[in-house]
């Protein structure tokens, strides 16, 4: 019996395929980066709840506090969202009342984006509720370590944005439009 059993194990590991290259999550940066950022998603997420900001709401909100009056595209490119995600959530933005679109008026093509009295009411408060999700996030972190962080997290950026353009740089030459990959954690 026995011998069975030291064969039954044998079979299933033959059986199993090869596994040549290991790269555990944990050794990944990108899936650090990932966790983290969906652990500071789901806390603002609870912050926002009250409310009744969504963190989809969240993001434009942050871009037309910055500057408003954006075009949809301006507002797309800010936030690093495709045109039919912007759409969507302007649409609740304006059912949920903080949100305007006005045509443009030198383009008729174009609608800008203004926010409403209550959004522009909800600055000061959201963006407390904001800082509160940073500061839980970087407990125990001095502020050396945190200006650490936010560097190398700009660094980060900058690779794989130079990357990103040297991919569209070498398919243009090569005659081959580039799509954007999927945006999981390397």
Request: charge should be neutral; glycine fraction near 4%.
């Given at each position: 019996m026995t011998e069975r059993r030291r064969t039954g194990k044998r079979e299933r590991a033959e059986s199993q395929p090869a596994r040549g290259f290991v790269y555990p999550p944990k050794e990944s940066v990108g899936h650090q980066v990932r966790w983290a950022h969906r652990a500071l998603q789901r806390e603002l997420e609870d912050k926002l709840r009250p409310y009744g900001i969504?963190?989809?709401?969240?993001?434009?909100l942050r871009a037309l506090w910055e500057e408003d009056g954006l075009t949809q595209r301006e507002l797309s490119d800010r936030v690093g969202t495709t045109e039919p995600?912007?759409?969507s959530?302007?649409?609740?933005m304006e059912k949920r009342g903080l949100a305007l679109r006005v045509p443009n008026a030198t383009d008729r093509r174009k609608s800008n984006i203004f926010l409403t009295r209550p959004a522009k009411d909800l600055h000061?408060?959201?963006?407390?509720?904001?800082r509160d999700v940073n500061r839980t996030a970087t407990a125990g972190l001095d502020h050396a370590e945190i200006r650490s962080l936010?560097?190398?997290l700009e660094k980060i950026r900058k690779n794989l944005a130079a990357a990103s353009a040297a991919r569209q740089?070498?398919?243009k030459r090569n005659g081959k439009t580039s799509e954007r990959g999927s945006r999981g954690a390397a």
């Open positions: 969504t963190t989809g709401m969240w993001y434009f995600t912007t759409v959530a302007l649409h609740a000061d408060l959201l963006l407390r509720e904001a936010k560097a190398t740089v070498a398919a």
